[in-house]
């Protein structure tokens, strides 16, 4: 790693080579390039961005759009970059793309037995409302369904401010602001 500035910026094409690697050392089972570069074309309900310093991607997530809600399609970083915040700025990245496309709640499914994730998620704001059952085909096992509701509340945009302040200037330009503004 370089030691410069981390970044959240909108994932293209050119991110997909280190983006397939990292899902390949982090899940089961990965997602293809194939289907990233489907999601990419999605651009009207799905938000990628990833995670760089320098010239190297530490990670990556998404989001689909639907309606008022969003729902966190991926995420991950790299095995040799965790422990940097990373995770934290992912999120922050995708609770704003979600204010800025309208959306009023997040939900996601997580793996019952990643306890990390389920931490990061609720420092966001996402409470476990239920299980899906055998949800992860690889090894059967349950998803919980986690949901952040009212996140366009001024509680969420002081979580969030809160946040920004703390892990500083992640991104290049403002990808989006943090509430109201991309409503007015």
């Keep these: 790693m370089s030691g410069h500035l981390i970044e959240i910026v909108p994932m293209r094409r050119r991110h ?3 983006v397939v690697d990292i899902a390949a050392r982090t899940h089961p089972r990965p997602w293809s390039r194939d289907l990233f570069v489907g999601e990419l074309d999605l651009v009207a309900s799905r938000a990628y961005v990833v995670a ?5 991607v530490l990670g990556y997530a998404g ?9 966190v399609t991926t995420i991950a970083v790299d095995p040799d970059a965790q422990r940097r915040a990373i995770g934290m700025r992912l999120m922050l990245s ?5 204010l800025a496309r309208h ?35 690889d090894n059967d096992e349950d998803a919980l369904v986690m949901w952040a509701r009212d996140i366009d509340a001024p509680e969420y945009a002081a979580l969030l401010g809160t946040y920004t302040e703390r ?18």
Aim: aromatic share 10%; charged share 25%.
């Design 167 to 184: 892990y500083g200037p992640t991104t290049r330009y403002d990808l989006v602001p943090v509430l109201g503004e991309a409503r007015g």
């Design 94 to 98: 995708l609770a704003r793309m979600a």
């Design 63 to 71: 989001i689909m759009l639907a309606a008022d809600e969003a729902h």
């Design 103 to 137: 959306a009023t709640a997040m939900t996601l499914e997580v793996r019952v037995s990643n306890r990390a994730a389920q931490e990061l998620y609720r420092r966001f704001g996402f409470a476990s409302v239920g299980a899906r059952k055998g949800y992860y085909q």
């Design 16 to 18: 997909l080579g280190p």
């Design 52 to 56: 760089t310093e320098g010239r190297d």
